[in-house]
């Protein structure tokens, strides 16, 4: 159906486990997989929906964490590598848009926009400070070239970090069609090959589908802005009790026609 460097598919599922926005709370999340792993089946596949990174303070740890439960579940034998998929979040696309500040057009302006939406807490974790970033946007882009370049190295140092964030997909979608998952949105005016910001950025008029999108009679995202918890509607499912602001990691189980069959917190 579509580029598999951009879309995961999910191959074989008998039921898909959707998890939402984690923000960098590691707790929440080891939590979460404790109590995931003995839910999982075999047939079951497991999706991550983005924004492993920003606002928490256990970013590092968390991305250790996601390594880790890979490793853990891929062991056990009775899976394979495509059964667990992980979704590039707003904070992840803003990271990668950092990371590339040099070219921006208003370094400073961009970056301080990115300060308000959370990506302070990732620079922490590799080091970094957005004081030093704006310091750099205001010398030049030799500057800002310099910082990017020691964030990147910070984040190739970690074990494992590196090879995760550039193997994030756009979203992913089960093998027959039928179940949806993104991050926070989707433009139900454009076929899926042709989504981009929309993903992260086009969550206002999701609760507003009411029919089926293409062929897919379900849409799961993980992050809401308004964080309401579990809110499932005839074409949609959100899944985001607010983990990173106060509130539980949330994750859904869903069967193969998109029927909400459990829900786990941590």
């Not at 596949?45 to 256990?58: C, E």
Request: charged content about 20%; overall charge positive.
């Amino acid at each position: 159906m579509a580029d598999r460097d951009k879309f995961a598919i999910l191959h074989g599922a008998e039921r898909v486990w959707a998890i939402a926005a984690i923000h960098g709370e590691a707790e929440r999340l080891k939590e979460l997989h404790r109590r995931l792993g003995e839910a999982l089946a075999p047939k079951d596949r497991v999706v991550y929906l983005g924004n492993y990174l920003g606002h928490g303070a256990g970013v590092r740890a968390t991305l250790d964490e996601l390594v880790r439960f890979r490793r853990w579940y891929l062991a056990r034998g009775w899976t394979r590598v495509c059964a667990v998929a992980y979704l590039r979040g707003a904070q992840e696309e803003m990271w990668h848009k950092l990371l590339q500040l040099q070219f921006a057009t208003d370094p400073r302006q961009v970056l301080s926009w990115m300060l308000g939406h959370g990506v302070g807490a990732t620079l922490s974790a590799y080091g970094g400070s957005g004081e030093r970033g704006l310091a750099a946007a205001r010398e030049g882009a030799v500057a800002i070239t310099r910082w990017t370049n020691q964030l990147r190295a910070a984040v190739k140092a970690a074990p494992g970090h590196d090879p995760f964030l550039a193997a994030l997909r756009r979203a992913a979608y089960t093998e027959d069609g039928r179940l949806l998952f993104v991050h926070a949105g989707i433009d139900v005016t454009r076929p899926l090959t042709t989504q981009s910001d929309s993903f992260w950025w086009g969550s206002g008029r999701f609760a507003e589908i009411d029919q089926p999108y293409g062929d897919f009679s379900m849409i799961v995202r993980g992050y809401d802005v308004q964080h309401p918890g579990v809110l499932a509607a005839g074409f949609t499912t959100t899944l985001d009790a607010g983990c990173g602001f106060g509130g539980s990691l949330i994750a859904g189980c869903f069967d193969r026609a998109g029927k909400l069959l459990a829900t786990i917190e941590g």
